[in-house]
């Protein structure tokens, strides 16, 4: 199994251009989630999904969207980057936990994004 | 103040020491986890906890709910447990959202 698979690993973007951060589980995850992490600061939640067709903002989704047409796919796009979105970017899925079921996040390897 | 908080942020050792890491956080919580992020910056799910104490390996994690506390344990530690520990709590069951620690950084020395 692949597990979470991002792409890039790697991106410099100038101000003000767009792109799509890709993420992709092949373990039929209904959650899906997008992470920053920046330096002394903790991961932050950008948007999530419990499931294909819905979406949910996290602590910090200014700057962000994202679309869920796909259980497998969770796209996560910068309309307009700006330098305070350089970070580095972490997707994750696991199973939809409940009263009595806790499940493991998983983790892709994370893209690193500089906005000149 | 952080809903997490982690302690100590860095920490050096000795191959071979018993390591101990604190998270504490303010907020009612259904689980806690224990992330360990590698020096290439991956990132693997260590432990889930609601209640109690898990070992896997030479890792151990206790949680106290009622002080609002866990710990993680490295005994005989190896070089190749240097990584940044990152704790982080979930807020009720069936919602997934997680808060995190801002880690901390263990170097083991050989």
């Known amino acids: 199994n692949a597990g979470v698979t991002q792409t890039p690993k790697f991106q410099v973007l100038k101000t003000g251009q767009s792109m799509t951060l890709q993420c992709a589980q092949d373990m039929n995850h209904e959650y899906m989630s997008w992470y920053r992490q920046d330096p002394g600061m903790g991961l932050r939640l950008i948007h999530y999904?419990?499931?294909?067709?819905?979406?949910d903002q996290g602590e910090v989704p200014n700057g962000y969207n994202v679309s869920r047409s796909t259980t497998e796919d969770f796209p996560l796009r910068l309309l307009s980057a700006a330098p305070s979105q350089t970070s580095v970017y972490f997707c994750?899925?696991?199973?939809?936990?409940?009263?009595?079921?806790?499940?493991?996040?998983?983790f892709g390897n994370g893209t690193r994004l500089t906005v000149t | 103040k952080n809903e997490v908080e982690q302690s100590p942020q860095n920490l050096t050792a000795q191959e071979g020491e018993f390591i101990t890491i604190n998270c504490s956080y303010s907020?009612?919580?259904?689980?806690l986890h224990w992330l360990q992020q590698h020096p290439g910056g991956g990132i693997v799910s260590l432990f889930m906890?609601?209640?109690g104490k898990k070992k896997h390996g030479r890792l151990i994690a206790t949680i106290n709910i009622q002080e609002k506390h866990s710990s993680l344990h490295i005994t005989a530690s190896h070089p190749r447990d240097s990584a940044v520990y990152i704790c982080?709590?979930?807020?009720?069951?069936?919602?997934?959202?997680?808060?995190f620690g801002t880690g901390t950084r263990l170097t083991i020395i050989p």
């Open positions: 994750a899925s696991s199973y939809k936990g409940s009263a009595v079921a806790l499940h493991p996040l998983h």
């Open positions: 999904s419990v499931g294909a067709g819905i979406t």
């Open positions: 982080a709590v979930r807020r009720s069951f069936g919602n997934e959202k997680l808060t």
């Open positions: 907020v009612g919580i259904s689980a």
């Open positions: 906890l609601s209640s």
